[in-house]
């Protein structure tokens, strides 16, 4: 099987490549990069990849990357994907998440080849959502209120398109909030755990700076959601749409209470009004039953298991900060 990963240095991308090759030692696996990584941190995990520099906004780069890897299956990951950052950049995450993902179609189609594609979504599409009786399903309305969120929204409905007017296997993965290991610290849980394990090294004050603790979210370990990538590329499911999701709502005050009481040192909560968003969800909660029922596919790694090891791996990386 040949596989193309686009984003592949990314936090999904990188543990997606390396469950894939795990889980089949003799895939031909293709990397789409963009800008510096960690290219012997890459390998380790994926050995054996084959990366490729390249833009997906440059049609004429993404057709030629496509024929050279001539994929069986696409994982398109590369992404704008930071809801705040979006709001001082918005042409650039609607460039990147919409036409990018255009250009990718437009590719498949010039080449005349016939990959499954799978499209990470997100469920920042859904806006805010009033009716918090029942977990978001997959026929919630989309209703984005960031440059972020409208710019996946246009890219979810034109896989979409892409499937019912052109005959694309594409399949849609709407991801609700990701964490764990490696998750870059603009993200909540990670920007927690950094700053404790930065405390406990005595390299920042022994405070937790925060921002709104009532928002509530349905985390998923990133380690699950790369599972439930692979078991969900199918070419039966060409057109569906799956949400990867655990169903449990956390509130960031208890994403907060968890990581301190792992703390080996005393931290105090500090609230800072720029930690504040104005676009910001108060509660996102998914229903995983569909790709549940579908693959057999749950989330498997305990919510309090993801914090350590998103806190043990700030410690680690921390710790070499100090040592260098």
């Known amino acids: 099987m040949r596989v193309l990963i686009t984003g592949v240095t990314g936090f999904v991308g990188s543990r997606l490549a390396a469950e894939l090759r795990t889980h089949d030692a003799t895939a031909e696996i293709w990397g789409l990069t963009w800008g510096e990584f960690d290219r012997q941190t890459l390998e380790t995990a994926a050995p054996g990849i084959h990366l490729i520099e390249g833009d997906l906004i440059d049609p004429g780069g993404i057709a030629s990357i496509l024929a050279q890897a001539q994929p069986d299956v696409i994982y398109h990951l590369a ?127 022994p405070r937790l700076k925060v921002g709104n603790l009532d928002s509530v979210r349905d985390f998923t370990d990133v380690r699950d959601a790369v599972r439930a990538c692979r078991v969900a590329t199918d070419r039966r499911h060409a ?60 989330a498997e790694i305990p919510f309090r298991q993801t914090l350590l090891d998103l806190l043990n791996w700030w410690r680690e990386r921390e710790q070499l900060t100090v040592d260098s």
Not at 257 to 272: G, K, T, W, Y
Request: hydrophobic share 45%; with cysteine.
């Open 79 to 205: 992404a704008a994907s930071s809801v705040a950052r979006s709001w001082d950049f918005a042409a650039r995450s609607l460039e990147i998440n919409a036409m990018g993902t255009a250009h990718l179609f437009e590719a498949i189609l010039q080449l005349e080849i016939d990959p499954v594609i799978v499209v990470t979504s997100t469920a920042e599409i859904y806006g805010r959502i009033t009716d918090t009786s029942a977990p978001i399903t997959e026929n919630t309305p989309l209703a984005p209120i960031s440059p972020y969120g409208t710019s996946k929204a246009a890219q979810d409905l034109l896989t979409a398109q892409f499937h019912t007017g052109r005959g694309m296997a594409t399949i849609r993965m709407r991801f609700f909030p990701l964490t764990g290991p490696g998750r870059p610290p603009h993200f909540v849980a990670s920007s927690f755990a950094r700053q404790i394990a930065r405390a406990e090294l005595g390299l920042a004050p």
């Open 239 to 298: 057109g569906q749409v799956f949400h990867v999701c655990t169903g449990r709502g956390v509130a960031i005050s208890e994403v907060a209470r968890l990581l301190l009481e792992m703390s080996e040192c005393e931290i105090s909560i500090e609230i800072e009004g720029d930690r504040f968003r104005r676009s910001d969800i108060p509660w996102l909660v998914g229903d995983p039953a569909r790709i549940e029922a579908a693959t057999g596919w749950r």
